[in-house]
């Protein structure tokens, strides 16, 4: 017997050319994150010319990639269209997915990476961890990795180890935009 009170259409994403199908519906860990992280964007764009969008924007970096990140901001206003975003976001955030993790850390990010996304995050819901990738000449390196480590995980290291945790993450766009690793894994 069927559960569902509604039918959605299935989410498609073009790589080279070649339709490939999106991961089930996600969690409701996935969710909050994805809710979090935009909530935290778009608190801080109010007034700014960049956009926050959440899961669900197209994003079509050329005739054979379209994309469905689940958090971006776009600064260049000529890029938002009335039905996806045509060109490279500023910022794109992929939260894993056990379907899509490989996807999302080979083919989307180099992809995004030659296409122009200047900051690329990596939010892994199981280690509660952010990986951000910063633009290098068309490829991605990684900046730092961010983990919402647990009491006992502080309790485990030592001074040394403790003091170099990072607790906000430095987004690219903004000088003044931090973002407490804390709040991105609130009620996770």
């Known amino acids: 017997m069927e559960e569902l009170s509604y039918?959605?259409?299935?989410?498609?994403?073009?790589?080279?050319?070649?339709i490939v199908m999106m991961s089930p519906?996600?969690?409701?860990?996935?969710n909050i994150i994805t809710t979090n992280i935009s909530r935290i964007f778009g608190n801080f764009l109010v007034g700014k010319p960049c956009v926050v969008f959440g899961d669900g924007v197209d994003v079509h970096l050329d005739e054979k990639n379209t994309f469905i990140p689940d958090?971006?901001?776009v600064c260049n206003q000529g890029i938002i269209h009335?039905?996806?975003?045509?060109?490279?976001?500023?910022l794109v955030v992929e939260v894993l997915s056990p379907s899509t993790m490989r996807?999302?850390?080979?083919?989307?990010?180099?992809?995004?990476?030659?296409?122009?996304?200047?900051?690329?995050?990596i939010v892994t819901p199981g280690t509660k961890s952010i990986e951000v990738y910063l633009n290098q000449d068309g490829t991605f390196e990684l900046d730092e990795v961010?983990?919402?480590?647990?009491?006992?995980?502080?309790?485990?290291?030592d001074e040394e180890e403790r003091q170099a945790v990072k607790w906000q993450i430095k987004v690219s766009l903004?000088?003044?935009?931090?973002?407490?690793v804390k709040e991105i894994f609130e009620k996770v």
């Not at 519906?25 to 996935?30: A, E, N, Q, S, T």
């Open 146 to 157: 961010y983990v919402d480590f647990t009491e006992l995980e502080l309790k485990a290291m």
């Open 82 to 90: 009335e039905d996806a975003i045509y060109g490279a976001p500023d």
């Open 71 to 73: 958090v971006m901001i």
């Open 103 to 121: 996807r999302d850390r080979t083919v989307k990010m180099k992809k995004y990476a030659a296409a122009g996304v200047r900051e690329y995050w």
């Open 174 to 180: 903004y000088d003044d935009l931090l973002v407490d």
């Open 7 to 18: 039918k959605e259409d299935a989410w498609m994403e073009k790589i080279d050319g070649k």
């Open 25 to 30: 519906r996600p969690f409701v860990k996935h």
